[in-house]
């Protein structure tokens, strides 16, 4: 049993010693390094260690939760007592229980040796090289506004009075950028990234080549007519579409009442061309772990299949409110916050079309290369929304002219049935969660811009 | 400093970060402590709180910043931290200056939230609760949060500056969904502010009614238009209009890389001479105040639009170094976990002359986006967009129908050139805003703007 076992299940003798009925304990221990480069230097080189313990407090069926950095015996006593406390000022909720301990099956490979095998040194010339890239490019790539590589490696522990218990060490690296391309007086920006486990997962021309791709596209960008027409979202802004689907079948907010998905278990909501799950143990999924933030197992649902709603993402207190059973999917951001229900790794299944396929089947109508104010212009409970956005239009088949400065906009239940095609090769992309999508042509979208 | 560290540890924190060199270290340490509670069905839940101590230390030697940070503000732990950012730096040890105690004085809290009773806060909560279902059987749903956030932080660099900040912030939320037959309509407020308990005091249960009477007012809204046309904007949290379109661009990190479009119009005139714009850090009680910055510079009020010309750039310390001027006062970060950047503190736009009414009545067919739900900017092309989060349609100078889902999008400079009336009806809201991963708590303000032209993109058909 390793240091950080024994912290959780000290942690949580410490408050049921508090006066919690039941107690649950995680704690993570987390290093990590961050370079930025621009112009060729490194602008900053960042070393990182964070230790903490998140402790949820039961009393009866109320719930409380405390978290803290100071790790030692009087700091565990001083955070599981704020636990106790906290959970007598909640109301009482009959579904508020501790998660039932079940056997969790290992899940090797999370953890890449090329981040301690790396010296920093040879972390920042990848970053280096990530950023050259994109400036040896084309001399209408006039800058990157910065380069950053950053890696981590976490081990969490969890426990509880209930006898659930585990511990597993998972590695994480990515890279981006966000290129600059001037041409007909105006400045124009891509971005570009990858991920893995490790860097040596990491390609880092093909990372600077995308940002100078994207930026270089832009150049020369108008408004496009406003119209409905066929839509291609490229893999970016398919994730964060995905992203919110995989938000609004959360059964917390089906259950509050909160979600377009709700009551329509069942229904016929896409079309056949689309198919989603979500896999916490997907082998190259970004988020996978053995267990979620509860320490449940976890596991493969599928969400949408052959057009059908097939099943929301529960975790022990949802799952509880409805009689069914927890899909794994309490998710933590670290110590510091309350699980609750997230998206693990969601899947987008790929269909057969090339993108080239997939253009030529929209026809005329617009690529969207990126999206902006998903924060603010998607209402998650009605699934209205309408953002920003820009890209390439499409014309007879093949792209045409860069546009931007305009809005698409819809609904999001809606949009899942205008699905008429997605793309054969899918991408792991970090927005919307860790999402992995082919692009996909939608049949009908609202445009708007001049 | 607030009994964070002691001289001592931190003069010999700075000269081990020294030891290989390097023009400029800091040491900053910050307790960090919280609790927040929520009512979702009318249920007190998610009570949490949580007690955080770390320490960053970063080194500065050319153009490249070393940087370390640990949790934990034991000495070994602070200079843990000064030795790993010292550890990539091969250069001969340079000294630190003595330290100097520089008293900073932390804005004023009245009633310290962490000494009101829990069950106090949520009493107040279901106050929320109950005023927002009062206003109509048809809000089905409704959700409020309250959180309290105090940091301690001390600040002790190799120029010799020691000094430190002691901040609480308390801020409450609301959302109400509102239903009819199918038709279903969210309404969300906050109330926030850099002050204690206090700020509950008058009648905090108001932003639920606010909340509760948006959604159910919006349940009549028919889909937003499309188009170029006309638009006015609420005072207020509209002042997140400025904040994107123009205080992003203003900060000088994305100046000195080339990544906004405010390069080189230091001086331009930049907007209608009607427009007067500040970014103020020092405003009593509010949001994005702070007695200091996180780089310890006092906190300043910088005009950055006088008259329609571009006046100042926000700055930070590095940033400040690299043009030769000195620091605005603008050098934010999140936490001890991260470096500070050029962050806004409370951004506005100066009330002008006009009535809100007047500056409605000026506009024949436009739109109305009385408040937003947020909004984006890419600082480098100046591309915006905002979420109206209640909007309604201009006619013949009378605002007429409640519209859903319409977005603002446009180009920072042809936007703000186009702003030709300024409402006399200031006053500051509160907003979370991202950059590099950071989140601030900023203030945006303004009276009742037009805009001569701006699209909206709805979802009518």
Same mark, same amino acid.
């Not at chain 2, 089905?140 to 900040?165: K, M």
């Not at chain 2, 238009?225 to 002042?239: A, E, I, L, R, W």
């Not at chain 2, 050098?331 to 991260?338: P, Q």
């Given at each position: ?63 409380? +939760?405390? +978290?803290?950095?100071?790790?030692? %015996? ?9 636990a !106790? ?16 301990p079940? !056997?969790?099956?290992?899940l ?22 990530v ?8 001399? $209408? ?21 209930t006898?659930?218990?585990? %511990? ?58 406003? $119209? ?15 992203g919110?689907?995989?938000?609004g ?7 509050r ?36 933030g509860?320490?449940?197992? $976890? $596991? ?11 099943s ?18 309490a ?25 080239? %396929? ?34 390439r ?11 931007r ?10 949009m ?13 992309v ?18 708007s811009?001049? | ?55 960053g230390?970063?080194?500065?030697d ?46 004023p ?27 109509g ?80 007012? /919006? ?11 006309p ?35 230091? #001086? ?6 009607? /427009? ?33 010309? /571009? ?27 991260e *470096?500070?950047?050029?962050?806004m ?10 009535t ?59 936007? *703000? ?13 509160t ?5 590099g ?5 900023? #203030? ?8 001569r032209?701006?699209?909206? #993109?709805?979802?009518?058909?």
């Amino acid at each position: 049993v390793s240091e950080l076992s024994t912290a959780a299940r000290r942690a949580v003798e410490a408050a049921t010693g508090a006066g919690a009925g039941e107690a649950e304990a995680y704690v993570s221990r987390e290093g990590g390094r961050t370079v930025r480069v621009h112009g060729g230097e490194v602008e900053s080189l960042t070393a990182a260690i964070q230790t903490g313990v998140g402790i949820r407090a039961w009393s009866g069926h109320r719930v409380g +939760y405390a +978290y803290g950095t100071d790790l030692s %015996e009087a700091g565990v006593a001083a955070i599981a007592a704020r636990a !106790a406390e906290a959970a007598a000022v909640a109301d009482e909720d009959e579904f508020a229980a501790p998660p039932v301990p079940a !056997a969790v099956e290992a899940l090797p490979g999370l953890s890449d040796p090329s981040i301690a095998e790396w010296e920093t040194a040879r972390v920042v010339e990848l970053a280096l090289r990530v950023e050259r890239t994109a400036l040896e490019s084309d001399p $209408r790539l006039v800058g990157v506004e910065t380069a950053v590589y950053a890696d981590s490696s976490e081990r969490a522990a969890i426990a509880s009075s209930t006898g659930v218990a585990g %511990e597993y060490e998972s590695s994480s690296c990515y890279a981006y950028l966000q290129a600059l391309a001037e041409g007909e007086g105006a400045r124009e920006t891509g971005l570009g990234f990858g991920l893995a486990r490790g860097p040596r997962g990491l390609n880092p021309e093909a990372i600077g080549a995308e940002a100078a791709t994207r930026a270089l596209a832009m150049i020369g960008a108008g408004k496009p007519a406003s $119209r409905s027409c066929p839509v291609v979202l490229d893999e970016t802004v398919a994730a964060s579409f995905a992203g919110l689907i995989g938000g609004g079948l959360s059964a917390k907010a089906v259950q509050r009442g909160r979600s377009p998905f709700a009551g329509r278990l069942g229904e016929t909501l896409a079309s056949e061309a689309f198919a989603l799950h979500d896999d916490g143990r997907e082998p190259d999924g970004p988020a996978s772990a053995p267990f979620d933030g509860e320490g449940v197992p $976890r $596991r493969r649902t599928a969400l949408v299949e052959g057009g059908e709603l097939r099943s929301y993402l529960y975790d022990t207190y949802t799952a509880n409110r409805e009689g069914v059973g927890s899909t794994g999917s309490a998710a933590r951001q670290g110590y510091r916050s309350l699980p609750a229900v997230a998206t693990s790794n969601l899947v987008v299944a790929p269909g057969a079309l090339s993108l080239e %396929e997939l253009l030529a089947a929209a026809g005329d109508g617009v690529l969207v290369t990126d999206v902006a104010g998903l924060h603010s212009g998607v209402n998650p409970v009605t699934g209205v929304f309408s953002v920003g956005a820009s890209g390439r239009i499409i014309r007879d088949g093949a792209l045409a002219e860069p546009v931007r400065e305009f809005t698409i906009a819809g609904e999001l239940a809606a949009m899942l049935g205008a699905v008429s095609a997605a793309g054969a090769e899918p991408r792991w992309v970090p927005f919307g969660g860790s999402v992995s999508t082919p692009p996909l042509l939608i049949a009908e979208m609202a445009i708007s811009g001049s | 400093m607030s009994g964070l560290i002691d001289e001592a540890l931190a003069e010999r924190a700075l000269a081990r970060a020294l030891a290989n060199g390097g023009r400029f270290a800091e040491v900053f340490a910050e307790r960090r402590r919280g609790q927040t509670l929520a009512i979702d069905e009318g249920r007190i839940e998610s009570v949490q709180s949580g007690a955080e101590e770390g320490a960053g230390v970063r080194v500065v030697d050319g153009n490249t910043t070393y940087f370390a940070h640990v949790d934990g503000l034991e000495p070994a732990d602070v200079e843990r931290a000064a030795d790993e950012a010292a550890s990539a730096l091969r250069a001969e040890g340079t000294e630190p200056r003595p330290l100097r105690a520089r008293k900073a004085t932390p804005l004023p809290i009245e009633r310290r939230p962490e000494e009101v009773a829990a069950e106090r806060k949520g009493d107040l909560l279901r106050e929320l609760d109950q005023r927002a279902r009062a206003q109509g059987a048809e809000i089905a749903q409704l959700n409020a949060s309250y959180a309290e956030a105090r940091r301690e932080v001390a600040i002790a660099n190799s120029d010799g500056l020691f000094t430190g900040d002691d901040r609480t912030r308390v801020r409450i939320g609301v959302q109400s969904v509102a239903r009819r037959d199918g038709t279903v309509e969210t309404g969300a407020e906050t109330l926030g502010a850099h002050r204690g308990f206090e700020l509950l005091e008058d009648d905090p249960g108001q932003i639920a009614e606010h909340s509760a009477a948006k959604a159910l007012r /919006l349940l009549d809204a028919v889909p937003a238009p499309s188009g170029s046309m006309p638009v006015v904007v609420g005072g207020g949290f509209g002042g997140v209009l400025f904040h994107e379109m123009t205080g992003h661009g203003l900060e000088a990190d994305h100046i000195q890389k080339g990544a906004s479009v405010y390069v080189g119009k230091l #001086g331009e005139p930049v907007a209608e001479p009607l /427009l007067n714009a500040y970014d103020d850090g020092r405003l009593p009680g509010e949001w994005g105040s702070d007695a200091i910055d996180d780089e310890g510079q006092p906190t300043q009020k910088t005009q950055v639009i006088e008259a329609g010309r /571009l006046t100042s750039y926000l700055y930070d310390r590095l940033t400040a170094e690299r043009e030769g001027v000195a620091s605005t006062g603008n050098g934010r970060r999140e936490s001890f976990r991260e *470096l500070p950047i050029p962050r806004m503190t409370n951004t506005y736009i100066a009330p002008g002359e006009a009535t809100p009414e007047e500056i409605i009545a000026g506009v024949p067919r436009g739109f109305y986006a009385v408040s937003f739900g947020g909004g984006q900017v890419d600082p480098a092309t100046g591309d915006f967009v905002f979420g109206v989060s209640e909007g309604y349609l201009i006619e013949g100078g009378k605002v007429t129908s409640p519209c859903r889902g319409a977005t603002l999008i446009g180009n920072c400079l042809d936007a *703000l050139a186009a702003i030709d009336a300024v409402g006399d009806d200031f006053f500051m809201k509160t907003g979370i805003c991202g950059k590099g991963g950071q989140k601030v708590p900023v #203030g945006t303000g303004q009276g009742h703007v037009r805009v001569r032209a701006m699209t909206v #993109g709805g979802t009518e058909r």
